[in-house]
Each structure stands twice: as structure tokens, then as C-alpha cells.
């Protein structure tokens, strides 16, 4: 599940508005792909907390997630 704590606009997209967020997700399998919350596009800068590690992700101009702290990538596309 993810869940927006906060969210700033940066401008539109196609009807859809270009945000970067503070988010929350149970597990990392849950971070979303760039476009993957309804209404929004996701844009670099993002950060997403993972709350059963604690691990923060930052989101990439590339659409994937950046552990913090290992470096570690994960792409989200590549599990659809």
C-alpha cells in the first residue's frame, strides 16, 4: 500500500499533475512507477519510506527507486 504524507506540484502533464512527494509504502515491492498513482506523475526528488525496514528510497530521473543508504536500485517497472 502506498500512502502520500505530502506532496508539492510542480506543474501538469497531460491532465495529470507533476508532483514530488513524501510517501509511505509497507514494503518495497509496493513503490510505485512514476505514473502509478492515480491522477499524478511522480517526479525525481521523490522520497518513499519503507516502514518495515526503515529504509528511505529516492526516486531517479530514470522512474527507479535508490535505497539511501545501500545504493541498491530497484526498478519497479520490471516487476509488472
Given at each position: 500500500?502506498v ?5 508539492r ?72
Amino acid at each position: 500500500m502506498v500512502t502520500i504524507l505530502k506532496e508539492r506540484f510542480r506543474s501538469f502533464e497531460d491532465s495529470k499533475s507533476v508532483v514530488v512527494a513524501e510517501l509511505a509504502v509497507d514494503v518495497k515491492t509496493d513503490l510505485p512507477v512514476p505514473d502509478g498513482i492515480s491522477g499524478r506523475v511522480l517526479s525525481q526528488g521523490t522520497l518513499a519510506w519503507e516502514i518495515t525496514t526503515g529504509e528511505l528510497y529516492g526516486l531517479g530521473s530514470d522512474g527507479k527507486w535508490v535505497n539511501q543508504t545501500t545504493g541498491d536500485v530497484y526498478d519497479p517497472a520490471g516487476e509488472e
